[in-house]
């Protein structure tokens, strides 16, 4: 876990811990010192030490018998050769002690084993069984000899070193010297020191706890303070000092700006006719406005509900909300029939969409629903007005197409009458004009009575496939039929006999858009914003003028000489039965491409 994610608490105590830390780092520096420097200072002495014993060994030529026997005294008693040597010796070492006064300087004779120090009255066994030890060592191994007593509380410091002469060891030099008052004043130096550091550690902690006590308890009142914010956002944070201060007044302006937004929605929303309902990750409803609750029929408690308990699993509301929420599937307008009780049938456009934060995470979704209950009358009724509007031109239309072979029939048939014998071709035109006003009724009943559609789910690129073979089965024309067929595509909803009619139609229009030679290109694909299914029908014919584009698909308009103008009329009622679309783009000299858009079957199996 990183120092930011353990708050801000322990933020402090780390910080305040690191600052703590660097006095008792300094202590320890300064005791490492402290110690270096006795050792250095011991150091130090013992090389002003090995001076004066080199000094006092270069003094000192002669041997201890050299003496003796100027003397006259090398057959004397051991106490009178000792009084001798020290009475000799004195002013040699008393010179040398000029140069190193806080050295004590002598000589040691091995054969006499006594320490000479130019004190007369030293002539006896003068020295410890440690110092004993030490001249033995000196004599015996031919050696120098440090021996350091009681340095860390100020002891001396002892230095042995051989005498020889004419290349045999005679004695030892010998140095010592008290460091008693340097190390006092080092020990007080150093008691100071962790007097100081002792003071200074004292003084970071207590200040530093109290700064800690001082600042949590602040901070939970800012913590607290918030913690009610989540629960009512009119609660006012306690003012503070410093920069919490500074940071509770910006908490209380953000609510209060919270609180506003949150006011204005509430205005806005219950103000708008379309019904808004929002679910968080879970699923769980967290806003609904009222025109949601008049429009769903949902209770008065429907929020922090799951979605599972306001809408039956299955439902159409339900299946988008889910499928918004976990796959990321949106409609856009999907028009829904919903039963609500006592206000009968509504007819409803539904959107679904994913709420994002500032950061770009999805955070829940948001479903819309107009009614369009009202309109979908309007346009019944509008639709009602333009067949009886139509009805007029299709009577007239009916009459045009009916008088042509009629007329044929009557002549032929007066014809008959004066000469009493038919002819085989006036036989043969009678059929076919007879025929001809079996195909015109047909259609006409087609268009004024659809056959009813079975519905089904249905792969449309083997629709394609089929309608595209049997048009090459069926004529013999310079036609190619290109195909571009979108893979994993969803089932379509459809009558694929009445489908097969469409799209048929279409194919034969455009291939007599090119006197039945060039190619037809047909593509399918998905179009996501619409939630349909498309059927893409182009060709490389002369293409559409731009004033007769509008009457299409108006019955019996037709530009060919033998056309009765009701493909298209029929194509077109076929489609608006599916729910679909059937659209017209053309420009002159770059031909003509027919949309088709099919309605995506919800769930089932594929027929």
């Known amino acids: 876990m990183s120092l930011r994610e353990k708050g801000f608490k322990n933020q402090i105590l780390v910080l305040i811990a690191v600052l703590l830390i660097l006095p008792i780092a300094l202590a320890v520096y300064m005791v490492h010192v402290i110690h270096n420097t006795q050792l250095s200072m011991v150091e130090s002495h013992k090389k002003n030490l090995v001076k004066a014993m080199n000094l006092l060994d270069r003094s000192f030529p002669g041997t201890f018998d050299d003496l003796l026997a100027a003397a006259g005294a090398a057959d004397a008693p051991r106490r009178d050769k000792v009084i001798l040597l020290n009475r000799q010796l004195k002013p040699l070492i008393e010179r040398v002690k000029e140069h190193y006064p806080d050295a004590e300087l002598g000589f040691y004779s091995r054969d006499l084993d006594v320490i000479l120090d130019g004190e007369e009255n030293n002539y006896g066994e003068n020295f410890s069984r440690r110092r004993k030890q030490a001249f033995d060592e000196t004599v015996n191994d031919n050696r120098p000899v440090m021996q350091a007593l009681g340095i860390s509380e100020g002891g001396q410091l ?4 051989p005498l020889v002469r004419q290349g045999r060891v005679i004695g030892a030099v010998w140095a010592t010297e008290n460091l008693s008052a340097i190390y006092r004043r080092v020990d007080q130096v150093q008691r100071d020191a962790y007097l100081v550091i002792v003071v200074g550690v004292l003084v970071g902690l207590g200040g530093a706890f109290a700064l800690i006590r001082n600042l949590v308890t602040a901070v939970n009142q800012v913590k607290q303070g918030v913690q009610l914010l989540e629960r009512d956002l009119t609660h006012v944070l306690p003012p503070a000092s410093g920069e919490l201060g500074e940071i509770s007044s910006a908490i209380n302006h953000l609510a209060t700006k919270l609180v506003n937004v949150q006011n204005y929605n509430e205005i806005i929303l219950a103000s ?51 499928a918004a929420l976990h796959e990321h599937r949106l409609v856009k307008d999907q028009e829904v029939v919903h039963q609500a009780g006592e206000r009968g049938t509504l007819h409803l456009l539904i959107s679904t969409g994913l709420m994002t934060n500032i950061r770009r995470e999805i955070v829940g979704t948001v479903m819309t629903c107009r009614d369009i209950t009202e309109r979908v009358r309007l346009e019944e009724q509008m639709r009602r007005q333009e067949r009886l509007a139509s009805l007029g031109k299709l009577v007239a239309g009916v009459a045009h197409e009916i008088r042509n072979p009629l007329t044929s029939i009557s002549g032929y048939t007066q014809f008959w009458q004066k000469n009493h014998t038919p002819s085989p071709r006036s036989l043969a035109i009678i059929h076919r004009e007879v025929a001809r006003l079996n195909t015109i009724v047909d259609k006409l009943l087609h268009f004024a009575r659809p056959a009813r559609a079975v519905f089904g789910a249905h792969d449309v690129n083997a629709l394609v496939n089929r309608v595209a073979q049997f048009f090459n089965d069926a004529h013999n024309s310079e036609i190619e039929i290109t195909r571009e067929l979108a893979e994993d595509l969803p089932p379509a909803w459809m009558d694929p006999d009445q489908m097969e009619q469409v799209l048929y139609n279409v194919i034969y229009n455009a291939a007599q858009a090119m006197s039945d030679r060039g190619t037809v290109h047909i593509t399918t694909g998905f179009d996501r914003e619409k939630n349909l299914i498309e059927i893409r029908v182009k060709d490389q014919g002369r293409g ?21 103008g009701l493909g298209l009329a029929i194509a077109y009622e076929i489609m608006r039965a599916h729910g679909g679309e059937i659209q017209l783009e053309s420009q002159l000299g770059q031909g003509t491409t027919c949309r088709i858009f099919i309605p995506v079957a919800e769930g089932g199996d594929m027929v």
């Not at 609904?288 to 509301?317: H, M, S, Y």
Request: glycine content about 6%; charged content about 20%; aromatic content about 10%.
């Open 272 to 322: 708008i006719d379309d019904g808004v309902l929002a679910t968080d990750l879970n699923g769980v409803i967290i806003g609904v406005n009222a025109a949601a609750r008049r429009i769903l029929d949902l209770p008065d408690d429907c929020l922090e509900k799951p979605l599972e308990e306001v809408f039956p699993p299955g439902t159409p509301f339900y299946n988008y909300l889910t």
């Open 158 to 161: 002892e230095m042995y070193q």
């Open 544 to 564: 559409i003028p731009p004033e007769i584009m509008p009457h299409l698909f108006d019955p019996f308009f037709t530009t060919k000489p033998k056309g009765a």
